[in-house]
């Protein structure tokens, strides 16, 4: 496919550190509880590889 | 028992419009059934018997003055558990919602099913807030496939797919953000439709992704999905009978992942059509999961800060995680999208409908709920939606049909039309319903497998 795409390599990242996901908790307002944090973590390693496809980075 | 309730929701009608049965003795049949048989499929949440024989009696009332009730006279049905109940609240499948106030009215879809003659039974189980592909929920019990009860029935509309596959009620209403009819018909072997995006109320409906939600029925028949689509439309029925419609069969992705009964379904359906490759297919996907995990958690935001540890722990987890997305990369998915339906649009100018499978592969098991994927182990509740959730990302409407395949484990395929043009998927599915490739097969061991089922 070679019709250029509105995605943007290099864009905003999905929060993956702790202190990247604490800070975009705390700009939503959403305190994180001790018990999803390792789920959260899981869920924004699959939107990442989500990101990266969406992106072409994956090489479709 | 009489059986009335297990024949098609357009042969009870007919039957009750003209006095060979009665809408109460029709429900009560059911009312008994259900009784007898639901329990192990984990599906009804709520059984609703005194509004039911209320509404049936008023059918009877209005047969008895001479008036004709509508076109699904006496049909009982049953709803997801995130429509609006007049009376009760509304769950979404959810502990968080159990104390809800109740709901001051019926969600729109339901009070047209009324004004059809149809009967509300009963409410039915779901993945919490619709977020999954395999109807686990952590309040409400696993739903349990009824030709396996060792098996999943999809999700998240799977109570409503499971009662509906059982023989219990002819008709059930689902809703499909990203495959949650399509999937779990394709799983229990129903016609389940996802139309147009927003062609169906949506009214009283709790959201999930609002760029993708849709109502969508369950039905055993192309005749009974025909009319109930002619009744939530609120329209006359249409009955489209083009012979020479321009069908084509999806490649690409769609094939690496897919039984092989479904590709030589599709590929003898097709016959001489255009093989097509929709481009970027896994990129589309990708854009719609970013999409309803952001919507999903915006909306869920507000309750997750305030109890979130009410919610079923991997509903909550995945919500949360979307609430965190940037709303730059969601931008970047929505012009994604836009710019996608063009393409794709212009590619299906000469083809009225095309052929995909529904799911990638038959019910999974419930002690090990995981689908191979491109040779890898994944989760179902993530990843049944796989052939689905592209779709859903155009807009575009699409009707899963049953392979006819007794003695087997259900498998769809889905019909994709454009927008607008649902009756030429109900013109496409009569005929692969009379040439024989479609249609539902009850379950192996017959409607009484139910009552052997293994418990929860």
């Known amino acids: 496919m070679t019709t250029p795409s509105p995605t943007r390599p290099g864009g905003a990242a999905v929060p993956r550190s702790r202190a990247a996901i604490d800070a975009a908790a705390a700009a939503v307002g959403l305190p994180i509880p001790q018990a999803c944090r390792s789920g959260v973590e899981a869920n924004l390693e699959l939107l990442e590889s989500h990101v990266r496809r969406m992106r072409g980075e994956d090489g479709e | 028992m009489t059986l009335w309730h297990r024949r098609s929701a357009c042969d009870i009608a007919r039957a009750v419009r003209a006095r060979e049965v009665t809408a109460r003795a029709v429900l009560e049949g059911c009312l008994a059934d259900i009784e007898a048989r639901a329990a192990p499929l984990v599906a009804v949440t709520q059984l609703l018997a005194e509004r039911a024989r209320g509404e049936a009696d008023a059918v009877d009332a209005r047969i008895a003055a001479?008036?004709?009730?509508?076109?699904?006279?006496?049909?009982?049905?049953?709803?997801k558990d995130l429509f609006d109940v007049a009376g009760l609240p509304t769950t979404a499948g959810s502990r968080v919602y159990a104390d809800a106030p109740p709901a001051p009215r019926d969600a729109k879809a339901v009070a047209r099913l009324k004004a059809a003659g149809a009967v509300l039974v009963a409410t039915l189980n779901m993945d919490e807030f619709a977020y999954g592909f395999a109807t686990i929920n952590a309040a409400y019990g696993t739903t349990r496939n009824p030709h396996d009860l060792a098996r999943l029935a999809g999700g998240s509309s799977g109570g409503s797919a499971a009662v509906v596959a059982a023989g219990l009620m002819p008709l059930a209403l689902g809703s499909d953000t990203n495959g949650s009819v399509r999937v779990p018909a394709s799983l229990t072997g129903l016609y389940g439709l996802k139309p147009t995006h927003t062609a169906l109320p949506l009214d009283g409906v709790f959201p999930f992704a609002e760029s993708f939600d849709d109502v969508g029925p369950f039905t055993t028949?192309?005749?009974?999905?025909?009319?109930?689509?002619?009744?939530?439309?609120?329209e006359p029925m249409v009955s489209e009978t083009r012979a020479d419609l321009r069908v084509a069969?999806?490649?690409?992705?769609?094939?690496?992942?897919a039984d092989p009964d479904q590709l030589a379904a599709m590929d003898a359906i097709a016959g001489e059509g255009a093989s097509l490759e929709i481009p970027e297919i896994g990129r589309a996907r990708s854009a719609a999961f970013l999409i309803t995990a952001y919507e999903g958690g915006t909306l869920h935001r507000a309750a997750l800060a305030k109890q979130a540890l009410d919610y079923d722990p991997q509903v909550r987890d995945r919500l949360i995680a979307g609430a965190l997305l940037p709303e730059a990369i969601v931008d970047e998915a929505r012009a994604f999208r836009t710019d996608y339906i063009a393409r794709v649009t212009a590619?299906?100018?000469d083809t009225d409908v095309v052929l995909a499978p529904a799911t990638p592969c038959t019910a999974p098991r419930i002690e090990d709920p995981r689908i191979e994927i491109d040779g890898e182990m994944r989760p179902a509740r993530a990843d049944l939606g796989i052939h689905t959730q592209a779709i859903t990302f155009?807009?575009?409407?699409?009707?899963a049909v049953p392979l006819k395949r007794p003695g087997a484990l259900p498998l769809g395929l889905q019909l994709i039309g454009k927008p607008g043009e649902e009756n030429r998927l109900f013109a496409l599915a009569r005929q692969l319903e009379m040439r024989g490739f479609t249609g539902v097969s009850a379950p192996a061991h017959g409607a009484e497998t139910c009552e052997e089922g293994t418990t929860q």
């Open chain 2, 221 to 234: 028949s192309v005749e009974d999905m025909a009319c109930v689509w002619a009744v939530l439309r609120g």
């Open chain 2, 394 to 399: 155009l807009g575009f409407p699409s009707l």
């Open chain 2, 249 to 257: 069969r999806l490649g690409g992705r769609f094939r690496m992942n």
């Open chain 2, 66 to 79: 001479g008036e004709d009730p509508g076109p699904l006279a006496g049909v009982p049905y049953g709803v």
């Open chain 2, 347 to 349: 590619m299906l100018a």
